[in-house]
């Protein structure tokens, strides 16, 4: 299960560089943090929405920082993606229940 978290990352990053919206990587950072707090203070059948859409645009980041040459950067992005991908993997079962 372990394997399973940084496969689909890594599967989704690949996807998003390839046809990730410009639009979308020009969000500004503080879009970013709203979600954020929006996603951290959901309802949990809300959450894991927002965790979602969270890996998607930050996933988006790290694509943009890595071609821009900035792959430090990309990979604190990275591990922050992981963090939230594995909020979704915990808080799934429980939302989907009901």
Known sequence: MRFLTP???ISTLSLTCAYAPASRLD???TALATLQ???NQAQPRD???LYAE???QMTDLAG???NS???RQASETLKVVQRYAEKIHVGFPMTAKG
């Open 37 to 39: 707090a929006k996603a």
């Open 64 to 66: 943009q920082q890595f």
């Open 27 to 29: 969000d500004p950072p």
């Open 69 to 71: 040459g900035d792959s």
């Open 54 to 56: 969270l890996v998607n």
């Open 7 to 9: 496969a689909v990352v």
């Open 47 to 49: 959450r894991c929405f």
